[in-house]
């Protein structure tokens, strides 16, 4: 029976009651040695759900999913850790799955594939979307956050940094990662179960997060404000959507263009809106 290293999972919440029971049970179902919940003092019943897997609960009054990250990663006592949002579902051995995925591309950080775990018309755009510009196995330049598993020494030089990037934090601590160490991260060839929303009205409300992001990246890197407008209105609006009609993913090339247009108009509200 093949042994794999000690990994503590981090799962940050705020008013996910109804997703963290099917997240956390899914969790149950692979091999880990820590359990730890960052909740981001929720005032549904997301805490008394998790209570029911976990006494290892951290209540965070920080207002943002960046600084609950760190605190998770500061509370792990093992040297990998996985970083699963409530929004994952894992299927039986994803965990080991990922972990030789690490081990395979000898990586710092792996990053999952992804696949819808709705069947709505927006959530197979979604899934069509991650098929064109994510689920790609190898060394990446950008990936996200989670769900993933990371060895712990790299916080050693690069912390989640909720100075400027409060809401999000998952662009700055990738490209800070990619700019100042030579720590190695990419995508691997597991897949895992990601649930949103069927409705159009909350992915709208997510790609707005998403701009909002975008905006606090661009406040502490002004520089990178012609990339970003690459990214949402070049790439997101025009390349993405040609190369889903190509692959005849016709629902994808909808929610690209979507996304990427709400996301500029995020972008745009975070310079009225910042405080």
Known sequence: ?????????????????????????????????????????????????????????????SGGITA?????????????????????????????????DLIKFNFDIVQSQLKSFGDGFWNIAEEETWDIAHNCSGLKKMIGTAPAIYKKKIFLDIQFDDTVTKKIDDTDFIYRLYSNTKYKFGIGKTKIFQFHSPLLKDYINKF????????????????????????????????????????????????????????FYGLI???????
């Open 68 to 100: 609950d990250r760190q605190k998770g990663i500061n509370a792990a006592k093992n040297e990998y850790i996985a970083m699963i949002d409530s929004d994952h579902y894992l299927e039986k051995h994803s965990l080991n799955k990922l972990m030789d």
């Open 269 to 275: 509200r975070y310079f009225f809106i910042k405080k």
């Open 1 to 61: 029976m093949k042994t794999y290293p000690k990994l503590s999972v981090v799962v940050c919440t705020k008013n996910e009651e109804n997703r963290i029971n099917q997240c956390l049970s899914s969790i149950l179902e692979n091999d880990f040695d820590e359990l730890i919940i960052v909740d981001g003092n929720s005032i549904d019943k997301t805490v008394e759900i998790a209570k029911n897997f976990t006494n290892n609960i951290i209540i965070s009054n």
């Open 208 to 263: 707005i997060w998403y701009g909002y992001g975008d905006g606090e990246f661009v406040h502490k890197y002004p520089y990178k404000f012609a990339s970003i407008l690459y990214h949402q209105l070049i790439r997101y609006v025009l390349i993405y959507p040609l190369k889903a009609i190509y692959y005849y993913k016709f629902k994808g090339a909808l929610f690209f263009i979507l996304q990427g247009l709400i996301r």
